[in-house]
C-alpha cells in the first residue's frame, strides 16, 4: 500500500473498484499523524457498506460527500471553548480543529450525517458551544491494547446507539484523557460511564450521533461496534 501524508489522502490497502452506490464518507485526518491511525475508520465505514473519502486539513465544503466522521485525535484547544491551557494538556493541532468544525457546520447546514469517535465527540460539543474536561486520570488505558474493555456504559435505549446496542449497557475501551463536561444545547446525553463521563452525545433530528469510547477498534468482536456504523451509513444514503 502506498502511503502518503503530503496530500492529505489516505490510499486503501488493495485497489477495489468503487460502488457508486455506495454513499461517501468524509473522514478527516491531519498528515502529523501519518495513514495508519486513520485506516481502522476507514475499514470501518467500507465493512458497513460506504466509499472512506479521507479529508486533508484545510478541506472547505463537503460537497459530493453523504456523511462526515470525526475520528480520534489529539486534544481540542481549549481557547475555542473559552478556558486556559491545564498543565496536562496534550498536544492541540489549531489547523485540524478549524477544519473540523468547519466541516461540522457545513454538514449541519446541508443535513448531512455525523458520527463523532472519541476527539470527534469532542469536537461536536465544542462546535455546537459546549466544554470539555482537559484532563481526566485513569481513562486512559492503551497499554492493555486498543480493544481492551475498560469499563461498562449505560446507554438510553431510545437513541440511536441505544438501538445499535439492543440494550441499556455495553462495555466500552477508553483511550482518552479528555471528556465533555457541559453539554452544548441542541446535544442530549445518551450514555454514562460508571464515573459520570459522558460517553455518548446525540442530536433531537437523530443526524448526530457521537461516543466517547473506539468502536472502530470492536467491530470484529461485539456486534453493537458493527451496528453503529452500519446505521451511521443507512442514514448517509438515505440522504
Not at 213 to 239: G, M, N, Q, Y
Amino acid at each position: 500500500m502506498t502511503r502518503r501524508t503530503t496530500t492529505g489522502s489516505v490510499h486503501h490497502e488493495h485497489e477495489a473498484v468503487v460502488d457508486r452506490n455506495r454513499p461517501k464518507i468524509g473522514v478527516t485526518t491531519s498528515p502529523k499523524r501519518g495513514d495508519d491511525y486513520y485506516l481502522t475508520y476507514g475499514r470501518a465505514v467500507e465493512a458497513a457498506g460506504a466509499e472512506a473519502v479521507y479529508l486533508p486539513p484545510g478541506t472547505r465544503t463537503l460537497d459530493h460527500l453523504d456523511g462526515l466522521l470525526l475520528p480520534g485525535g489529539w486534544d481540542v484547544d481549549p481557547a475555542l471553548y473559552g478556558e486556559k491551557p491545564d498543565a496536562k494538556l496534550g498536544d492541540i493541532d489549531p489547523e485540524l480543529d478549524e477544519t473540523e468544525i468547519r466541516l461540522f457546520k457545513d454538514a449541519r447546514q446541508k443535513q448531512i450525517p455525523v458520527l463523532g469517535i472519541c476527539r470527534g465527540q469532542q469536537v461536536i460539543n465544542v462546535a455546537m458551544g459546549g466544554t470539555l474536561l482537559q484532563h481526566l486520570e485513569g481513562h486512559e488505558v492503551r497499554a492493555y491494547g486498543r480493544s481492551h474493555l475498560a469499563h461498562r456504559a449505560s446507554v438510553d435505549p431510545a437513541s440511536e446507539l441505544g438501538r445499535a446496542v439492543e440494550g441499556r449497557e455495553i462495555q466500552v475501551n477508553s483511550l482518552h484523557h479528555q471528556a465533555v463536561r457541559s453539554v452544548a444545547l441542541g446535544l442530549r446525553q445518551t450514555a454514562t460511564g460508571e464515573d459520570g463521563t459522558v460517553e455518548g452525545l446525540e442530536s433531537d433530528d437523530g443526524l448526530i450521533v457521537a461516543v466517547q469510547c473506539h468502536p472502530e477498534e470492536l467491530t470484529a468482536d461485539l456486534p453493537w461496534a458493527s451496528k453503529l456504523f452500519e446505521r451511521f451509513v443507512a442514514r448517509a444514503r438515505r440522504r
